[in-house]
């Protein structure tokens, strides 16, 4: 092979790379869309694991029994407020 060879290789190569990685195609706006629920479910996921830590980390001694009540009453009443939405748009679909 001679270097002008290697060099068209090389371009043609660079330039297969380039349109590869920036194809339409590949961009985040062509992925899947959550809907609000599934969205909600996630955060219900999270939200009761943030509870369980809680929990966890009260009973390892990181939290005063203050910090921790106040703590976890705001995440149960935000988890109560999730699951009335969640409800309601179950019933609505």
Known sequence: MTYLQGELAGT???LLLFVYT???EN???SQ???SRLEYLLER?????ENLRDLNF????GKY????????RAQLEDEAAHLMGEIVDLQRNA
């Open 32 to 34: 899947y869309e959550k």
């Open 27 to 29: 961009v985040f706006a």
């Open 12 to 14: 043609l190569l660079g």
């Open 22 to 24: 920036f194809w339409p």
């Open 44 to 48: 219900k996921d999270q939200l009761f």
């Open 57 to 60: 980390e009260y009973f390892a």
């Open 64 to 71: 005063t029994e203050e910090d921790f009540l106040a703590l």
